[in-house]
């Protein structure tokens, strides 16, 4: 014969499944309102570092591109004007340079590179080197082949000459940097070249390259041979 639960233990049973129903409830509620928006705020913080982080790494690689490519033009720019300067007074019996068009930021030379004749008149034999400001770019001008450019965004040229003076009674020489002459042996050159502007850097940067050039047919160099 099956006996009947008791009212009073089927009471307590309801309400134990009541109580374990209402504990499953509260554990499933989730994040409240302001778990989220403090899990949001550190997200949008963690993006921000990291979006920072990848635009100063850009930045830095295009500025150092752009210094790269600006040095790269320049040391390209410096050969030609050493080639060409080193050459100055070739086939002639003296340095090459007129001295009368030379300053800081001009250069004018010759040099006989023909060497079939006495004059100057043929390409590459009757050149300047200039500054213009105008187009912020070293000018290569050739008495016969016209103008061309060197090298542009450049915010300045300085030809420095040194003259090498032989005292005639004790043979000592005497350098001294001042105005071309018939005694200038040596030329330096710098230019200032302009870096193009990279977002999130600096601007207005520039990089200084020079170049040290002898002129190897001056009187002075070519009686140490």
């Known amino acids: ?97 007129v001295t009368a068009d030379c300053t800081g930021k001009t250069l004018h030379f010759r040099a006989n590179t023909g060497n079939h004749d006495l004059t100057t008149n043929a390409a590459g034999e009757d050149v300047t080197f200039y500054y213009d400001l105008a187009s912020q770019s070293v000018v290569r001008y050739d008495s016969v082949g016209g103008t061309s450019g060197i090298i542009n965004r450049v915010s300045d040229v300085d030809f420095v000459y040194y003259n090498y003076v032989v005292d005639a009674t004790t043979g000592n020489v005497t350098i001294s940097a001042g105005s071309p002459s018939t005694d200038t042996a040596r030329v330096n050159i710098t230019l200032k070249v302009i870096l193009a502007n990279v977002q999130g850097q600096p ?19 070519l009686s140490q041979y």
Do not use: H, W
């Open 203 to 221: 601007t207005n940067r520039t990089e200084t390259v020079t170049s040290d050039v002898t002129l190897r047919n001056s009187p002075y160099m």
């Open 1 to 97: 014969m099956m006996t009947r639960p008791s009212t009073s233990k089927l009471r307590n049973t309801q309400n134990g499944a009541v109580r374990s129903c209402a504990a499953s409830v509260e554990r499933d509620d989730g994040f409240t309102l302001v778990e989220l928006i403090m899990s949001m705020l550190i997200t949008l913080v963690i993006l921000g570092v990291a979006v920072g982080s990848f635009s100063g790494a850009l930045g830095a690689r295009d500025r150092e591109t752009s210094r790269t490519d600006a040095l790269t033009s320049a040391q390209a720019a410096l050969n030609i004007l050493s080639r060409e300067i080193g050459n100055s007074g070739y086939g002639l019996t003296t340095n090459g340079l």
